[in-house]
């Protein structure tokens, strides 16, 4: 998996890439979530939580509306209130820890002033083909990498010096990496299928892409454009007279569209000259289905429209994690489990 830096929250549309931070395997479905406190923002909630199935948020939590609501009518319908009361006094537990987590880390880094953050993605994932699981937990501060459980060596691991008096802390907590060994192998695996149940209509469904080729004036980059697809998992490429082209080319991240469904953008960047005397073919590949558009003189002069909802870029900008992704061969890593193992999430952390 590609190495990727924790995004700062200064950009709207870069922190939109939340969604698509862990690209889905074909057969691998996950449970992940995603928390944030924030310091130095005060349009926004100092502490937010995200939880994601697949590719469908389902619930969300943030510090001043202070409970977790179902962001889906199939988690709605599923879960009563003993449910929702539940996992509201995890996520109020996992705030306050956090508000005294995000001013010791400023210490330690000699801050003051400024906007900081302390970024948490957790979960787990299972093959339904194979029947492999896997459990991932990662923490990030200020847009880079601070600490990351390995599950394996059973310890966690920081790749800077202001994290050694956390991993020093917490590894001598043995009983509570058993605790998320034990969450992530076996309790969050269990609600992970759960919710694959209660919204099996929904997070099933496939609806193939519209493509469109569009470019804002004669000069500019070419844009292909697939829009309207669900699930996010889409490849798009060039061909140059029928032959692969990959000069001069980007490729965007998947973008959630407000009716669930997403949207991803490839550029080229192409002189007119080029256009004149070759022709250039968008290939999207979605679902086993392959779509083609030409690129033509008579293409739409018209800029893309990032039909994003206004929620989501709340969310993103205060309390959804985009981490720098470690190598696939490192893992994804894992969060606390509640004491008596019952809860979905399991949120709550030593302070660091």
């Known amino acids: 998996m590609k190495s990727r830096k924790i995004i700062n929250q200064n950009t709207y549309q870069n922190l939109l890439l939340f969604t698509l931070a862990f690209s889905g395997r074909f057969g691998t479905h996950s449970l992940r979530y995603f928390f944030s406190a924030v310091s130095g923002i005060s349009d926004f909630p100092e502490f937010t939580i995200v939880g994601q199935v697949d590719d469908q948020q389902f619930m969300y939590f943030d510090s001043k509306i202070m409970k977790v609501v179902p962001k889906t009518e199939w988690m709605r319908q599923s879960e009563g209130a003993d ?3 539940r996992e509201t006094q995890t996520s109020i537990g996992a705030h306050q820890v956090y508000k005294v987590n995000i001013q010791t880390l400023k210490a330690r880094f000699n801050q003051t002033t400024g906007v900081h953050t302390v970024q948490v993605m957790y979960g787990c994932e299972f093959d339904d083909q194979t029947g492999e699981t896997n459990g991932f937990r990662q923490d990030g501060y200020d847009g880079e990498d601070f600490l990351f459980l390995d599950l394996k060596e059973m310890r966690w691991i920081t790749p800077v010096m ?67 697809f669900y699930p996010k998992d889409v490849t798009i490429s060039w061909m140059k007279n029928d032959q692969e082209h990959h ?14 469904t997403f949207q991803k953008t490839s550029t080229l960047t192409v ?32 800029a893309i429209i990032v039909g994003v909802v206004l929620a989501l870029i709340l969310l993103a900008v205060i309390g959804v994690v985009v981490f720098k992704v470690y190598q696939k061969k490192k893992g994804f890593k894992p969060v606390n489990a509640s004491d008596d193992g019952s809860n979905s999430s399991a949120r709550t952390d030593p302070q660091a």
């Open 83 to 85: 449910y929702w009361d």
């Open 162 to 228: 202001q994290g050694i008096p956390t991993i020093q802390k917490w590894n001598n907590y043995g009983y509570e990496i058993e605790a998320k060994k034990h969450y992530f192998s076996t309790v969050c695996i269990e609600w992970l299928k759960k919710y694959l149940e209660y919204g099996k209509s929904s997070l099933k469904k496939t609806v193939s892409p519209q493509v469109s080729v569009l470019k804002k004036s004669s000069s500019s980059p070419v844009k292909c454009h697939a829009t309207g």
């Open 247 to 260: 000069e001069d080319v980007e490729v965007g991240q998947p973008l959630p569209n407000e009716d669930g």
């Open 271 to 302: 002189t007119p000259e080029e256009l004149k005397k070759n022709e250039f073919i968008c290939v999207v590949e979605h679902q086993g289905k392959t779509f083609r558009e030409i690129l033509k003189d008579d293409s739409p002069l018209i």
